[in-house]
């Protein structure tokens, strides 16, 4: 799978409509600025048979570090959801195996599931040569 990045959408869409490259940055730069600053407000954007950004709320929870192990509370934040519209879905159902990204394997169990027990090195530990 290859990465495009925003200068190569804007030299396809300069030679496509046979606009001078400088205003189609512009018209993308002033696009991406509305979306971000619309979804910044919390505001809904729908795009007809592309897709939906919604601002949706995760509510507070207890994580855990991974280096010391020790848990942690992660407040309460905002993030951007996407669902695809019609046309997403199409290509996307359209797009041959070999280009789509392979998926993550599965969460490991709990360790305690697994009857494994995870330790934290002691505090200090790699200070005095224990590592």
Do not use: C, W, Y
Not at 76 to 88: C, D, E, Q, S, Y
Not at 90 to 119: D, F, H, N, Y
């Amino acid at each position: 799978m290859a990465t495009t990045t925003k200068k190569e959408i804007i030299d396809r869409i300069a030679q496509s409509t046979q606009m001078h490259r400088d205003q189609v940055r512009l018209v993308v730069k002033e696009f991406l600025e509305q979306l971000v600053n619309e979804i910044g407000e919390g505001n809904r954007l729908e795009f007809r048979e592309f897709g939906v950004f919604e601002v949706k709320v995760r509510g507070p929870r207890q994580a855990q570090n991974p280096k010391t192990l020790e848990p942690v509370m992660v407040e309460r934040r905002r993030t951007v959801k996407f669902k695809p519209g019609l046309k997403m879905r199409e290509a996307l159902a359209a797009a041959a195996p070999e280009s789509l990204v392979e998926p993550k394997p599965a969460r490991r169990a709990k360790a305690a599931q697994e009857g494994e027990l995870k330790m934290a090195a002691p505090v200090g530990a790699a200070e005095n040569g224990a590592l």
